[in-house]
């Protein structure tokens, strides 16, 4: 298997994972928290579909799905369109409420985008350096992994949380 065939199938788990975690949940489940600090499934939903986005556009120079396609009007979070929840606050975190079917779109945008990218990629182009702020500097492939990592690790998260909701009778 190549490394974009990989990267394929690494990024293709993203938006199932997500999806059953929030699907058929009201706005109250989706805004359950288990303690006052705690993230949402509203808000890690939102924060995988953001950071997925952020850095597959930033990584390859194409414009964010969230802008292009009208995604932050429709959110109407009280935040700039820049923002994708790293070093979000309690009270930020509260703010993003959204239903799920608006969550699964937006999720669903951002990883049809994702795989057209990985599409259009071959395997030379996973070395190809896209950040020189590092030591060493960050090929496109490590980027890739880092994106896919992070949302599989914030969705392992949501699916922690909806079945703690469920087995609380709050979902």
Do not use: C, K
Not at 10 to 38: E, K
Not at 82 to 89: E, I, N, P, R, V
């Amino acid at each position: 298997m190549s490394g974009v065939a990989t990267l394929q199938d690494l990024f293709g788990r993203i938006v199932p994972a997500v999806t059953a975690t929030v699907d058929g949940l009201d706005d109250d489940a989706l805004t359950a928290r288990l303690d006052p600090a705690a993230n949402t499934l509203a808000w890690l939903a939102w924060h995988v579909a953001r950071e997925q986005d952020v850095q597959v556009a930033a990584a390859v120079g194409r414009e964010q799905v969230w802008t292009a396609q009208g995604w932050a009007r429709r959110f109407d979070l009280p935040f700039d369109d820049a923002a994708m929840g790293y070093g979000h606050t309690a009270d930020d975190v509260a703010a993003v409420r959204a239903p799920a079917d608006l969550l699964v779109g937006y999720l669903r945008a951002v990883g049809d985008e994702s795989a057209e990218v990985l599409a259009d990629l071959d395997d030379a182009a996973l070395d190809e350096v896209v950040d020189e702020r590092w030591d060493p500097p960050v090929t496109l492939g490590v980027r890739l992994v880092s994106v896919a990592v992070d949302a599989l690790e914030h969705a392992g998260q949501a699916a922690y949380l909806r079945g703690v909701l469920e087995r609380t009778g709050r979902a």
